[in-house]
């Protein structure tokens, strides 16, 4: 603010000062006292005043009760005046040395009151710009803060309009994800139903055909039985007795001929029906193929930018303070918690973007940072502190941390955290070889045996043999291998047990067998993976009703995690294990694709793409201020039920999970996390 010009009526002609420097309304504390011009001695005691304006050269001084002899004084204008200036936030106060320019006296209700201005004579450049700086800086900080509070609201709108734009238009991607999800899973359990009609008619055909030669074989039989007969009717005629025995066996065959007769044209007839209705349904199904290909057109784009937004909201919740990522967005009861195997899936989830920095923040982790109690790590952390929160140690989330960082290694060639494995590995050799059938527990303090575990750690050995050519990890590979194959494979219904004698369903077991042996193995070891993959559907699969954020109620077919008729909670479609399922579909699509089997590819791809369609609907837009309206995946459609394998889901309608949002972009990407690609 500039002060306006005064206008004294009292000046020393000799002493004016015609201001060089504009002059800023700015108030702090002046001491001073008057001077001899010629001795300097104090001809004063102290006094005290305010500045009323300050310049580079000068200030304005305003005095309350000035003593008559003062006043006399300050008329003469010859004395100096010795300050002591008090700048706020200045130490030590600022000194001068100042002549008197001007002064005037103002009727205020005082006895006396002046306005006095002073140019300075003597005073220290650098004291002079602080104060005319000070000034300055007094007089523009309103103006400043102004502006200041004025960005800062105008960016907080800026980014609240963005973030919330960027909300509403990922719910409208998501939107238009689970509609276009819905019609192409529509479609594509349309053309499975049109193969499976069709297979069917097929055989029907063929088992017609079949009965018809053999009918027409059995005519023939009879044709000749008949001819025999009246030959045998000519020769003994003359004994009544057989004659009348020849004739009904005769009739018998001719009721049978013409029975056989009846049945031939009637399957004829039912043949020419089922061929044109196989016909009909190739027509339908090149339309429903061409409907198909015309919605992948406009779909594909939306999916890739729904994963996209995906593996974003797994990024957005990694810690910058610890590398861990939480792995869940809405339950109260596990908020901040990071489990070791949901760090597994997002590292690798890292891993198979090509994000080494963000794998590397995990890993570094467990290996400087994470406590291991009973010489491994627990299941799970507090991923903003590194706390452990749950200090049970399981053999599965290890062996998880292993593969991850054996995925790590082979994709970045970085062999920093691969002493981390091998850590894991050495402890699960020592747990294997406290079995006398080499299985490993399920962890150091407990004694059953999972098949899932064993599994993994089948997968996690030949990792790393691959990864180190050290013997010890194939023997133990090897061992695992043996154990699976006593302990593992239910023979009498042709699926795998969850454990050692627990025949309990467990759907993981299914997918897991065909993502760590592959379908080949399983055949080489008796265990056959068709019909692996036929169990799960068969018992695991279920169809649920499922409402979406915006309220539509949808129908979603996936798995279970077992047969859920055994469970009172009804079907629960989980979308980790969905998406290892999908993963499976997909190997055994592979294998038979290799093996120049396609008709069988072209089966399990398409089951794999109409799950991967349902699943999709389930997606919905984080209302976190940490997921930022990114789209993720709930683990269940149902909250905080029980899973009937010793866990339950998470609570919240709405709580994002790492699990289920990492393996439906394994899935989407084709990624088996149980092999080293």
Request: glycine share 6%.
């Amino acid at each position: 603010m500039i002060a306006k010009d005064l206008s004294p009526r009292n000046k020393n002609p000799e002493n004016i000062e015609h201001r060089k420097y504009i002059r800023l309304n700015v108030i702090f504390p002046v001491e001073f006292q008057f001077i001899d011009p010629e001795t300097s001695g104090s001809i004063s005691e102290i006094k005290q005043g305010f500045t009323r304006d300050v310049g580079k050269g000068g200030i304005c001084l305003e005095v309350n009760n000035l003593e008559e002899g003062l006043e006399q004084v300050l008329r003469e204008g010859k004395a100096k005046l010795d300050l002591r200036l008090h700048v706020p936030l200045a130490r030590p106060e600022t000194k001068a040395i100042a002549k008197i320019a001007w002064h005037e006296k103002i009727e205020s209700g005082y006895p006396n009151k002046y306005l006095i201005g002073l140019s300075f004579l003597q005073i220290d450049p650098k004291d002079s710009k602080r104060i005319y700086f000070h000034a300055r800086k007094v007089i523009l900080t309103p103006a400043i803060i102004a502006v200041f509070f004025f960005f800062l609201v105008s960016g907080l709108a800026y980014f609240y309009s963005t973030g919330f734009k960027a909300r509403v238009e990922n719910i409208k991607l998501v939107e238009e994800l689970s509609r276009l999800s819905t019609k192409k899973a529509d479609l594509e359990k349309k053309i499975m139903e049109f193969d499976k009609e069709h297979g069917e008619i097929g055989d029907k055909i063929a088992l017609n055909e079949g009965k018809i030669e053999k009918y027409k074989a059995r005519i023939k039989d009879l044709e000749k039985f008949a001819t025999d007969s009246n030959t045998k009717d000519k020769l003994i005629a003359y004994l009544k007795e057989d004659k009348e025995k020849t004739k009904m066996v005769m009739k018998h065959a001719l009721y049978q001929r013409a029975m056989f007769d009846r049945k031939v044209g009637t399957l004829s007839k039912e043949n020419i029906y089922l061929k044109n209705r196989v016909s009909k349904l190739t027509n339908r199904k090149v339309s429903t193929e061409d409907s198909l290909k015309d919605l992948l057109s406009s779909f594909s784009p939306i999916e890739e930018k729904n994963i996209a937004s995906m593996y974003q909201w797994i990024k957005n919740h990694q810690s910058r303070r610890t590398g861990l990522v939480m792995s869940y967005e809405g339950d109260k009861n596990l908020e901040e918690w990071g489990f070791t195997y949901d760090q597994s899936l997002a590292c690798q989830c890292f891993t198979l973007m090509g994000e080494q920095d963000n794998a590397k923040a995990i890993l570094d982790f467990y290996k400087d940072k994470a406590e291991r109690p009973e010489g491994a790590f627990a299941n799970a952390y507090d991923s903003n502190t590194g706390k452990t929160v749950e200090y049970i140690v399981h053999s599965g989330p290890n062996i998880w941390l292993g593969i991850a960082v054996a995925q790590y290694t082979r994709k970045f060639k970085d062999e920093e955290y691969l002493s981390v494995a091998e850590d894991i590995a050495r402890w699960l050799i020592a747990l294997q070889k406290q079995d006398k059938e080499f299985g490993i527990r399920g962890g150091p303090k407990f004694g059953w045996f999972s098949t899932e575990h064993n599994l993994d750690a089948y997968a996690l050995f030949g990792m790393l043999y691959k990864l180190t050519e050290d013997d010890r990890y194939l023997e133990a590979q090897n061992r695992t291998l043996e154990w699976l194959k006593k302990n593992s494979f239910n023979r009498l219904e042709s699926r795998m047990n969850r454990g050692k004698g627990d025949a309990t369903i467990a759907t993981d077991t299914f997918a897991w067998a065909i993502a760590s042996l592959g379908p080949g193995l399983l055949k080489e070891s008796g265990m056959d993976p068709d019909q692996i993959m036929d169990f799960a559907e068969t018992n695991c699969l279920v169809t649920v009703d499922y409402i979406r954020q915006d309220g539509e109620n949808v129908k979603v077919t996936g798995f279970d995690f077992g047969k859920y008729e055994h469970m009172a909670r009804g079907g629960v479609v989980s979308t980790e294990w969905t998406g290892q399922m999908i993963i499976s579909f997909r190997i055994m699509a592979d294998y038979y694709k290799q093996n120049s089997e396609f008709d069988k590819a072209d089966y399990y791809n398409k089951k794999a793409d109409y799950y991967f369609s349902e699943i999709e609907k389930m997606v919905i837009v984080s209302p976190s201020r940490i997921g930022q309206g990114q789209g993720c995946l709930p683990y269940a459609n149902q909250e905080d039920v029980d899973t009937g394998h010793g866990w339950r889901v998470a609570r919240g309608t709405r709580t994002g999970s790492t699990a289920g949002t990492a393996y439906t972009i394994f899935a989407k990407y084709n990624y088996n996390p149980l092999v080293l690609n």
